[in-house]
Protein backbone atom coordinates (compact mmCIF):
# COMPACT_ATOMS: atom_id res chain seq x y z
CA UNK A 1 0.00 0.00 0.00
CA UNK A 2 2.64 2.23 0.90
CA UNK A 3 4.51 1.30 -2.37
CA UNK A 4 1.31 2.05 -4.31
CA UNK A 5 0.48 5.61 -2.48
CA UNK A 6 4.10 6.38 -3.10
CA UNK A 7 4.15 5.98 -7.55
CA UNK A 8 0.70 8.18 -7.38
CA UNK A 9 2.91 10.55 -5.62
CA UNK A 10 5.63 10.54 -8.14
CA UNK A 11 3.03 10.25 -10.74
CA UNK A 12 1.86 13.63 -9.61
CA UNK A 13 4.71 15.20 -9.55
CA UNK A 14 5.77 14.80 -12.66
CA UNK A 15 2.41 15.53 -14.46
CA UNK A 16 2.46 18.35 -12.32
CA UNK A 17 5.94 19.72 -13.50
CA UNK A 18 5.10 18.77 -17.20
CA UNK A 19 2.31 20.97 -17.19
CA UNK A 20 3.67 23.60 -15.73
CA UNK A 21 6.93 23.52 -18.09
CA UNK A 22 4.20 22.84 -21.02
CA UNK A 23 2.39 25.82 -20.29
CA UNK A 24 5.72 28.03 -19.39
CA UNK A 25 6.70 27.01 -23.11
CA UNK A 26 3.19 27.97 -24.20
CA UNK A 27 3.81 31.57 -22.82
CA UNK A 28 7.66 31.47 -24.17
CA UNK A 29 6.12 30.36 -27.90
CA UNK A 30 3.45 33.01 -27.97
CA UNK A 31 5.98 35.57 -26.71
CA UNK A 32 8.48 34.72 -29.46
CA UNK A 33 5.93 35.75 -31.84
CA UNK A 34 6.31 39.35 -31.03
CA UNK A 35 8.71 41.24 -29.07
CA UNK A 36 6.98 44.91 -29.56
CA UNK A 37 4.22 44.84 -31.39
CA UNK A 38 0.84 42.81 -30.31
CA UNK A 39 0.27 39.26 -31.37
CA UNK A 40 -1.83 38.60 -34.18
CA UNK A 41 -4.78 35.84 -33.43
CA UNK A 42 -7.35 33.39 -35.01
CA UNK A 43 -9.93 31.49 -33.69
CA UNK A 44 -7.78 28.89 -33.08
CA UNK A 45 -4.87 30.70 -31.35
CA UNK A 46 -7.57 32.67 -29.18
CA UNK A 47 -8.89 29.34 -27.71
CA UNK A 48 -5.41 28.21 -26.93
CA UNK A 49 -4.11 31.09 -25.79
CA UNK A 50 -7.02 31.56 -23.24
CA UNK A 51 -7.39 27.53 -22.23
CA UNK A 52 -7.02 26.75 -19.03
CA UNK A 53 -4.42 26.44 -17.00
CA UNK A 54 -2.37 29.88 -17.52
CA UNK A 55 0.26 30.94 -15.96
CA UNK A 56 0.13 34.33 -17.15
CA UNK A 57 -2.16 37.59 -17.94
CA UNK A 58 -3.25 38.32 -21.63
CA UNK A 59 -4.45 40.88 -22.73
CA UNK A 60 -7.12 40.36 -25.68
CA UNK A 61 -8.19 43.39 -28.42
CA UNK A 62 -11.10 42.66 -30.23
CA UNK A 63 -11.15 44.86 -32.83
CA UNK A 64 -12.42 44.97 -36.51
CA UNK A 65 -9.91 47.30 -38.49
CA UNK A 66 -10.45 46.75 -42.09
CA UNK A 67 -11.94 49.87 -43.55
CA UNK A 68 -14.99 47.50 -45.30
CA UNK A 69 -16.38 47.17 -41.42
CA UNK A 70 -16.26 51.32 -40.86
CA UNK A 71 -14.93 51.12 -37.42
CA UNK A 72 -12.66 54.45 -37.19
CA UNK A 73 -12.66 54.04 -33.73
CA UNK A 74 -10.99 50.69 -34.17
CA UNK A 75 -8.31 52.28 -36.79
CA UNK A 76 -7.20 55.11 -34.01
CA UNK A 77 -6.90 52.93 -31.57
CA UNK A 78 -4.61 51.07 -32.82
CA UNK A 79 -1.16 52.82 -32.99
CA UNK A 80 -2.00 53.37 -29.19
CA UNK A 81 -2.91 49.78 -28.49
CA UNK A 82 0.97 49.12 -30.37
CA UNK A 83 2.26 51.75 -27.82
CA UNK A 84 1.33 49.81 -24.71
CA UNK A 85 2.25 46.51 -26.06
CA UNK A 86 5.67 47.79 -27.04
CA UNK A 87 6.48 50.13 -23.59
CA UNK A 88 5.24 47.08 -21.88
CA UNK A 89 7.65 44.44 -23.95
CA UNK A 90 10.53 46.77 -23.49
CA UNK A 91 10.33 48.04 -20.45
CA UNK A 92 11.33 46.43 -17.07
CA UNK A 93 8.88 44.32 -15.21
CA UNK A 94 8.34 43.08 -11.97
CA UNK A 95 10.02 39.17 -11.44
CA UNK A 96 7.11 36.04 -12.11
CA UNK A 97 4.90 38.86 -13.95
CA UNK A 98 3.91 37.67 -17.62
CA UNK A 99 2.05 39.41 -20.12
CA UNK A 100 0.90 38.86 -23.27
CA UNK A 101 -1.05 41.80 -25.90
CA UNK A 102 -3.03 40.20 -28.56
CA UNK A 103 -5.05 41.54 -31.05
CA UNK A 104 -8.12 39.36 -32.46
CA UNK A 105 -9.52 41.51 -35.86
CA UNK A 106 -13.06 40.17 -36.99
CA UNK A 107 -11.75 38.95 -40.42
CA UNK A 108 -9.63 36.74 -38.50
CA UNK A 109 -12.41 35.69 -35.37
CA UNK A 110 -15.67 35.47 -36.47
CA UNK A 111 -16.31 32.01 -34.78
CA UNK A 112 -14.91 34.09 -31.19
CA UNK A 113 -17.15 36.90 -31.92
CA UNK A 114 -20.38 35.01 -32.15
CA UNK A 115 -19.56 33.34 -29.33
CA UNK A 116 -18.88 36.32 -27.17
CA UNK A 117 -21.86 37.74 -28.90
CA UNK A 118 -19.87 40.81 -29.67
CA UNK A 119 -22.39 43.10 -31.41
CA UNK A 120 -19.72 46.33 -31.15
CA UNK A 121 -15.80 46.72 -31.03
CA UNK A 122 -13.36 47.31 -30.15
CA UNK A 123 -13.59 45.58 -26.78
CA UNK A 124 -10.71 44.56 -24.50
CA UNK A 125 -11.03 41.13 -22.51
CA UNK A 126 -7.95 40.49 -19.70
CA UNK A 127 -7.49 37.71 -18.64
CA UNK A 128 -5.55 36.86 -15.45
CA UNK A 129 -3.68 33.53 -14.54
CA UNK A 130 -5.35 30.63 -12.80
CA UNK A 131 -2.08 29.32 -11.80
CA UNK A 132 1.38 30.60 -10.20
CA UNK A 133 1.91 33.26 -8.05
CA UNK A 134 -0.70 35.42 -9.18
CA UNK A 135 -3.43 33.16 -10.04
CA UNK A 136 -7.12 34.51 -9.27
CA UNK A 137 -10.07 32.54 -7.97
CA UNK A 138 -12.65 33.99 -10.47
CA UNK A 139 -10.47 33.68 -13.87
CA UNK A 140 -13.29 35.18 -15.41
CA UNK A 141 -11.85 38.15 -17.64
CA UNK A 142 -12.15 41.85 -16.84
CA UNK A 143 -14.28 43.48 -20.28
CA UNK A 144 -13.47 47.01 -21.43
CA UNK A 145 -16.12 48.83 -23.60
CA UNK A 146 -15.40 51.64 -25.78
CA UNK A 147 -17.36 54.09 -25.66
CA UNK A 148 -15.60 56.70 -27.55
CA UNK A 149 -12.05 57.91 -27.95
CA UNK A 150 -9.72 56.88 -25.65
CA UNK A 151 -5.71 57.08 -25.48
CA UNK A 152 -3.40 54.59 -24.52
CA UNK A 153 -2.57 55.96 -20.87
CA UNK A 154 -6.08 56.21 -20.81
CA UNK A 155 -5.96 52.28 -20.98
CA UNK A 156 -3.15 51.41 -19.35
CA UNK A 157 -4.45 52.92 -16.39
CA UNK A 158 -7.32 50.47 -16.07
CA UNK A 159 -5.41 47.48 -17.43
CA UNK A 160 -2.62 48.32 -14.62
CA UNK A 161 -5.95 48.34 -11.70
CA UNK A 162 -6.33 44.22 -12.80
CA UNK A 163 -2.65 43.59 -12.96
CA UNK A 164 -0.31 42.71 -9.24
CA UNK A 165 0.73 45.81 -6.63
CA UNK A 166 4.10 46.78 -7.78
CA UNK A 167 6.17 48.86 -10.46
CA UNK A 168 5.04 48.53 -14.04
CA UNK A 169 7.03 49.51 -17.07
CA UNK A 170 6.54 53.37 -17.78
CA UNK A 171 4.43 54.01 -20.82
CA UNK A 172 6.76 55.45 -23.20
CA UNK A 173 5.61 57.33 -26.69
CA UNK A 174 8.17 56.67 -29.84
CA UNK A 175 9.54 59.93 -30.66
CA UNK A 176 7.31 61.92 -33.39
CA UNK A 177 10.43 63.06 -35.64
CA UNK A 178 8.16 64.79 -38.38
CA UNK A 179 6.79 66.85 -35.66
CA UNK A 180 10.22 67.59 -34.33
CA UNK A 181 11.92 68.44 -37.84
CA UNK A 182 7.99 70.65 -38.52
CA UNK A 183 9.20 72.74 -34.72
CA UNK A 184 13.03 72.97 -35.92
CA UNK A 185 11.78 74.55 -39.27
CA UNK A 186 9.22 76.81 -37.90
CA UNK A 187 11.70 78.25 -35.21
CA UNK A 188 14.34 79.11 -37.83
CA UNK A 189 11.79 80.68 -39.63
CA UNK A 190 10.55 82.62 -37.54
CA UNK A 191 14.05 83.33 -36.19
CA UNK A 192 14.68 84.13 -40.01
CA UNK A 193 11.60 86.35 -39.73
CA UNK A 194 12.69 88.35 -37.22
CA UNK A 195 16.46 88.85 -38.17
CA UNK A 196 15.27 90.60 -41.27
CA UNK A 197 12.31 92.69 -39.76
CA UNK A 198 14.31 93.62 -36.53
CA UNK A 199 15.07 96.81 -38.21
CA UNK A 200 11.91 97.67 -38.86
CA UNK A 201 10.10 96.22 -35.78
CA UNK A 202 12.53 97.32 -32.78
CA UNK A 203 11.78 100.91 -33.19
CA UNK A 204 7.92 100.21 -32.98
CA UNK A 205 8.46 97.90 -30.27
CA UNK A 206 10.62 100.31 -28.24
CA UNK A 207 8.83 103.18 -28.95
CA UNK A 208 7.73 104.61 -25.27
CA UNK A 209 4.41 106.71 -26.08
CA UNK A 210 3.20 103.16 -27.80
CA UNK A 211 4.00 101.56 -24.17
CA UNK A 212 2.23 104.55 -22.37
CA UNK A 213 -0.79 104.37 -24.71
CA UNK A 214 -1.36 100.89 -24.14
CA UNK A 215 -0.80 101.37 -20.69
CA UNK A 216 -3.34 104.18 -20.22
CA UNK A 217 -5.79 101.65 -22.40
CA UNK A 218 -5.75 99.11 -20.27
CA UNK A 219 -5.82 101.62 -16.78
CA UNK A 220 -8.76 102.84 -18.07
CA UNK A 221 -10.62 99.45 -19.02
CA UNK A 222 -9.52 97.93 -15.67
CA UNK A 223 -10.33 100.67 -13.22
CA UNK A 224 -14.04 101.58 -14.95
CA UNK A 225 -15.15 97.97 -14.60
CA UNK A 226 -13.95 95.73 -17.54
CA UNK A 227 -13.44 92.57 -15.20
CA UNK A 228 -16.80 93.18 -13.14
CA UNK A 229 -18.57 92.81 -16.24
CA UNK A 230 -16.89 89.33 -17.39
CA UNK A 231 -17.49 88.06 -14.02
CA UNK A 232 -20.49 88.99 -13.25
CA UNK A 233 -21.41 88.94 -17.28
CA UNK A 234 -23.78 92.06 -16.39
CA UNK A 235 -25.84 93.13 -19.33
CA UNK A 236 -24.98 95.95 -21.79
CA UNK A 237 -28.25 98.32 -21.27
CA UNK A 238 -31.66 97.58 -20.08
CA UNK A 239 -34.73 99.71 -20.01
CA UNK A 240 -35.54 102.16 -17.37
CA UNK A 241 -39.73 100.76 -17.48
CA UNK A 242 -40.64 103.83 -19.38
CA UNK A 243 -40.09 102.80 -22.83
CA UNK A 244 -36.53 104.18 -22.73
CA UNK A 245 -32.99 102.38 -22.07
CA UNK A 246 -31.27 102.92 -18.68
CA UNK A 247 -27.38 102.98 -18.72
CA UNK A 248 -26.27 103.39 -15.09
CA UNK A 249 -26.99 100.94 -12.58
CA UNK A 250 -28.59 102.05 -9.74
CA UNK A 251 -26.36 101.53 -6.66
CA UNK A 252 -22.18 101.58 -6.45
CA UNK A 253 -22.10 97.42 -6.36
CA UNK A 254 -23.76 97.08 -9.94
CA UNK A 255 -22.90 98.24 -13.24
CA UNK A 256 -23.91 98.08 -17.16
CA UNK A 257 -21.39 96.99 -20.24
CA UNK A 258 -22.56 100.47 -21.75
CA UNK A 259 -21.77 102.10 -18.28
CA UNK A 260 -18.35 100.74 -18.33
CA UNK A 261 -17.80 102.40 -21.69
CA UNK A 262 -19.02 105.76 -20.76
CA UNK A 263 -17.13 105.82 -17.53
CA UNK A 264 -13.92 104.57 -19.10
CA UNK A 265 -14.82 107.55 -21.89
CA UNK A 266 -14.74 110.39 -19.17
CA UNK A 267 -11.67 108.98 -17.25
CA UNK A 268 -10.08 109.56 -20.55
CA UNK A 269 -10.46 112.91 -21.18
CA UNK A 270 -9.72 114.04 -17.52
CA UNK A 271 -6.59 112.08 -18.47
CA UNK A 272 -5.58 113.83 -21.67
CA UNK A 273 -7.27 117.12 -20.51
CA UNK A 274 -4.95 116.66 -17.19
CA UNK A 275 -1.70 115.83 -19.19
CA UNK A 276 -2.60 118.45 -21.86
CA UNK A 277 -2.56 121.11 -19.22
CA UNK A 278 0.83 119.49 -17.69
CA UNK A 279 2.85 118.91 -21.10
CA UNK A 280 1.30 120.60 -24.31
CA UNK A 281 0.18 124.01 -22.94
CA UNK A 282 3.46 125.05 -21.50
CA UNK A 283 4.89 124.57 -25.11
CA UNK A 284 2.70 126.82 -26.92
CA UNK A 285 4.62 129.49 -27.70
CA UNK A 286 2.35 132.76 -28.21
CA UNK A 287 0.63 133.67 -24.87
CA UNK A 288 -2.54 134.41 -25.79
CA UNK A 289 -2.72 131.49 -27.44
CA UNK A 290 -1.53 129.75 -24.51
CA UNK A 291 -4.30 131.07 -22.43
CA UNK A 292 -6.77 130.21 -24.67
CA UNK A 293 -5.47 126.77 -24.25
CA UNK A 294 -5.50 126.65 -21.01
CA UNK A 295 -9.10 128.02 -20.70
CA UNK A 296 -9.89 125.43 -22.74
CA UNK A 297 -8.81 122.18 -21.29
CA UNK A 298 -9.57 124.10 -17.71
CA UNK A 299 -13.00 124.21 -19.02
CA UNK A 300 -13.00 120.40 -20.47
CA UNK A 301 -11.51 119.12 -17.44
CA UNK A 302 -14.20 121.22 -15.50
CA UNK A 303 -17.14 120.17 -17.25
CA UNK A 304 -16.48 116.12 -17.57
CA UNK A 305 -15.54 116.46 -13.91
CA UNK A 306 -19.22 117.37 -13.26
CA UNK A 307 -20.80 114.94 -15.43
CA UNK A 308 -18.74 112.07 -13.73
CA UNK A 309 -20.11 113.13 -10.06
CA UNK A 310 -23.77 113.64 -11.89
CA UNK A 311 -23.32 109.95 -13.06
CA UNK A 312 -22.48 109.19 -9.32
CA UNK A 313 -25.60 110.98 -8.11
CA UNK A 314 -27.30 109.29 -10.17
CA UNK A 315 -26.01 105.87 -9.08
CA UNK A 316 -26.76 106.60 -5.99
CA UNK A 317 -29.56 109.73 -5.05
CA UNK A 318 -27.99 110.26 -1.77
CA UNK A 319 -24.09 110.94 -2.94
CA UNK A 320 -23.53 114.30 -1.51
CA UNK A 321 -20.90 116.17 -3.83
CA UNK A 322 -22.02 117.56 -7.37
CA UNK A 323 -20.46 120.58 -9.82
CA UNK A 324 -22.71 122.75 -11.43
CA UNK A 325 -23.57 122.49 -14.71
CA UNK A 326 -24.83 119.05 -14.21
Not at 119 to 137: C, D, N, Y
Not at 162 to 187: C, D, F, H
Not at 286 to 312: C, E, P, R, T
Amino acid sequence: MNLFTLIISLFYIVSSAFCANSELDKFERYQSLSRSTPIDLDDSLYEDLTSKPRNYHVAVLLTASEARYGCILCREFQPEWEIIARSWNKGPKPDGLRMLFTTLDFSNGKATFQKLMLQTAPVLLLFPPTIGPFAKVDDAPARFDFSGPISADQLYVWINRYLPEGPKPPLARPINYMRLVSAVTILMGVITLFTVMSPYVLPVIRNRNLWAAFSLIAILLFTSGHMFNHIRKVPYVTGDGKGGISYFAGGFSNQFGMETQIIAAIYAILSFSTIALAMKVPRVPDYKAQQVAVLIWVGVLFGMYSFLLSAFRAKNGGYPFFLPPF
